[in-house]
């Protein structure tokens, strides 16, 4: 049995021992520093979409900014506005939409214990943006089962480049383009875009067998003008090797791939006859491959054959298909 004067030591002991962790905590606690809402920023004057970079050089134990936009207003703050908090004093931010924004940088110190005495500085200046995005980033078709991207070519023209069948659940499916619509991809939601001069709409069909022009003017005033060229894919009239017709299979993932199965006795010199529409030419390696000619149709021969349209008058906007022979 455990006397009563081991027990009363005991006790004293975890008595003392409490007080000094006591004393210990208070000692260890150390009051708010005085804040300084000490700050540099690269630049106020933004792009939309353009990042300004916001240095801490002050004193605070967490440093929170309120960029001044919708849901971020300082002033706002009392009803559900918040803002951000800063990482290791360094931050940076970009704003979607144009105008002139209020921000408002606060630097706060607290006690260490329970995060009593709350102080806190404020830096405040305005920052404005100018919104006059007029490049386009992408333009595309969501045609089932495929999605076409349009190519920039130089400054100012668009190609998109179509076929005229797709594959689809292992079908061969004519493409409708005389009822398409198009989507236009740009980095400011304030821009404005013109097809044929009426605004675009997202729900809009549009006849992609025809060339569109594009303006697109940006919240600044500023515009620019691009032009949509439709090409078809090129497909041979007619095609035979050793006087036989080759038969054509569409590639279910490749929309610019055409293979063309052949039966020639002799696959190392078959001569292929065929017939295409004007502004088309054949190519072997690049370089033209007129009708009648003998070509090596094995395996490992390594020629490239290609079909290529090119819009009239402009050579540097073209569609190539590939083709491809097997010799069965």
Not at 68 to 90: M, P, W
Not at 278 to 297: C, K, M, R, Y
């Amino acid at each position: 049995m455990i006397s009563s004067k081991i027990r009363h030591f005991s006790i004293s002991a975890i008595a003392l021992f409490i007080c000094v962790a006591l004393l210990s905590c208070s000692d260890d606690n150390q009051s708010a520093r005085t804040p300084v809402a000490a700050v540099t920023v690269d630049k106020t004057a933004l792009l939309i979409n353009e990042s300004m970079q916001i240095t801490f050089t002050g004193v605070a134990d967490q440093v929170v900014v309120y960029t001044g936009d919708e849901s971020h207003d300082y002033a706002l703050r009392q009803e559900a506005n918040t803002g951000f908090v800063a990482n290791k004093g360094i931050f940076t931010y970009a704003y979607s939409v144009p105008g002139t924004f209020h921000v408002v940088v606060v630097a706060s110190t607290y006690d260490t214990h329970l995060g009593e005495n709350h102080q806190t500085d404020t830096y405040e200046f305005d920052v404005t943006v100018t919104d006059n995005v007029t490049t386009i980033d992408r333009i595309y078709s969501n045609i089932t089962p495929n999605v076409y991207y349009a190519e920039l070519i130089g400054e100012s023209d668009w190609v998109l480049r179509l076929p005229t069948k797709q594959v689809y659940n292992k079908r061969e499916i004519a493409l409708n383009a005389t009822r398409q619509r198009l989507t236009f991809d740009i980095a400011s939601d304030s821009t404005k875009i013109y097809v044929d001069g009426q605004l675009h709409e997202t729900r809009n069909f549009y006849n992609l067998t025809q060339p569109h022009a594009i303006d697109v003017k940006a919240y600044s005033g500023d515009t620019r003008a691009y032009m949509l060229h439709v090409l078809v894919y090129p497909e041979f009239k007619t095609v035979k090797v050793d006087s036989k017709a080759a038969k054509l299979e569409r590639d279910a993932y490749y929309q610019d791939l055409l293979i063309y199965k052949t039966s020639a006795a002799d696959a190392a010199n078959a001569q292929l006859d065929y017939t295409v529409d004007e502004n088309i030419v054949f190519l072997a390696d690049g370089q033209p491959l007129p009708s009648g000619s003998i070509i090596d149709l094995t395996a490992d021969d390594g020629t490239t054959y290609t079909l290529r349209r090119t819009l009239p008058d402009r050579p540097d906007i073209y569609a190539d298909t590939r083709v491809r022979f097997i010799n069965e």
